[in-house]
């Protein structure tokens, strides 16, 4: 006699959350985080591969992004950090472009007004950001400069009068090709601290060009920023942003979601891999049944449930205010770390199938490599904690 069907939605454990760590949400907050998932499943999961393929950004979601109402579940909406996490999480294992769109838009962008503007600016300026109305990215990174922009800003910022003429360069901005504003970061030449500004894109001496043949988040908009003699009214520089040391307000909170998307996309490597072994048979049965796929199923599982365990309490320092910047460090350190792992796993259970985007795998493979380095790398993240635990800066 065969074996019955394997029911694969009604498998104990087979959303990953080995430990129940969402159980620890409120119910209202179990209840959101339901409903994102599901958002996710109908709106973007179903066209993920296709827009992947193409590199193409699909405008039209934007729309149903606002309706969902996403965009500072914590500062505006009262939320849990926990809750914030989860839910970036959800949109990774999803689709990690549009989960680093939100990142861009909603992490870095929005964090930066609502961190570093003045209370007249936030009034001005977040309820069409928050409406999704206005779409907003992030200018830090330059083409000579990444993890030591914050000695090394290269961009300019010089004031005239009632206006600052911003000079430079910026390179990997995600969403800047359709941008309506750019949060630029840039070296004040009189005091020689690094000062915020928000810029139009549509002012004089702006341009974005998008950056072609990436094998990673292909559906995000990278783009090289120049900035030539950029004129910014006074009234749209920061007002909280005056040295690096504002911008890495902003950059602490952000290397967490970063974290968090590690944990997603773990979990959708997780997804996928088992989903793909119970399907797919071999030597007349289950690719599952063998011991070696169900050891690399595990060890996937468990790379995943100790990632989410570390942000999980990494959340509550948060939500208490007591997270640190090399706790922050650590935590994207070791899950993308983690992540690389259980990518690379996934993708050896799928064998050659493993390599083309046709079963999602490839696709998640690949977006991990962008994960593993920005919000800071491996090398400089772990240096952070080095420091922390040792006294002796290792960086020069």
Sequence with gaps: MGRPPIDLNNLPYSDGDFFGFERQLEPAERERLQEVRGWLDKEVRPIAVDCWNRAEFPMEII???????????????????LLAGMIHAEFT????????FMGVHDGLFTGSIEALASEEQKQAWLPDIY??????????????????????????ARRDGGQWILNGAKRWIGNATFSDWVVIYARDV??????????????????????????????VQNADILLDNVAVPDEFHLKGANSFKDTNKVLKVTRLAVAWQAVGQQLAAFDVARRYSLERQQFGRPLA????????????LGNAVASMGMMVQLARLEDAGAARDEQSALAKAFTTARMRESVALGRSILGGNGIVTDYEMAKIFADAEAIYSYEGTHEINSLVVGRSVTGIPAFV
């Design 63 to 81: 729309p149903k992004l606002a309706e969902l109402d996403v965009v500072s579940p914590v500062r505006r909406q009262g939320y849990s950090n």
């Design 93 to 100: 294992r999803a689709d990690t472009s549009i989960a680093t």
């Design 131 to 156: 409406a999704l109305k206005k779409i907003g990215a992030f200018g830090l990174t330059e083409p000579l400069g990444g993890s030591d922009v914050a000695g090394g800003t290269r961009t300019t």
């Design 190 to 219: 009189q005091d020689d601290q690094v000062k915020g500004f928000l810029v139009d894109t549509t002012l004089p001496g702006f341009s974005a060009t998008r950056i072609e043949n990436k094998i990673s988040l292909r559906t």
């Design 289 to 300: 049944s063998f011991q070696l796929v169900q050891d690399q199923l595990v060890q996937i």
